[in-house]
């Protein structure tokens, strides 16, 4: 099963299952959440996403897609692990850059880039991805 982890490594994951997808997104949320001007992402199931150690902290608010996103962090180091959106209860959105093996980061490779609109102009579309203006 693939694990994940913070900087600090107080909040640690795993999850089990493929992933339901993998999604660079360029929403302006992605980019303040993750300080770079995208954020990579595995669509995970929820019913095999478990929290191994800590707790981490949330913070909710209404995405740009328009329905309430919750961020999930270590409250010690502040990386961004995961998030929650209401429009799909059975998913988990995790953020790539947490997974703890090299194989498991280059398994990752998006299928397809979000909110295509916002994406900066000195970044091309990544090679045989599906381009969306905004969430599916």
């Known amino acids: 099963m693939p694990t994940g982890s913070c900087f600090c490594e107080a909040v ?6 493929e992933p ?9 949320d992605c980019y303040k959440i993750s300080g770079s001007v995208f954020s990579t992402n595995l669509i995970v199931p929820k ?17 740009d ?3 309430k996103i ?4 270590c409250g010690d180091c502040g990386t961004t692990l995961y998030r929650l959106g209401e429009w799909s209860p059975d998913a988990v959105i995790l953020k790539a850059g947490v997974l703890d093996n090299f ?3 280059h398994d990752a490779k998006p299928a ?3 909110f295509v609109p916002s994406r900066v ?7 045989e991805t599906a381009e969306k203006p905004a969430m599916p």
Not at 20 to 28: D, E, F, P, S, V
Request: net charge positive; with cysteine; hydrophobic share 30%.
């Open 12 to 17: 640690q994951i795993e999850y089990s299952g």
């Open 20 to 28: 339901q997808g993998k999604a660079l997104c360029h929403c302006r």
């Open 47 to 63: 019913d095999g996403f478990k929290i191994l150690k800590g707790k981490p902290k949330e913070f909710s608010k209404q995405a």
């Open 65 to 67: 897609s328009g329905k």
């Open 70 to 73: 919750t961020n999930y962090f």
């Open 103 to 105: 194989q498991d980061l």
């Open 112 to 114: 397809v880039e979000l």
């Open 121 to 127: 102009n000195w970044m091309s579309q990544l090679p």
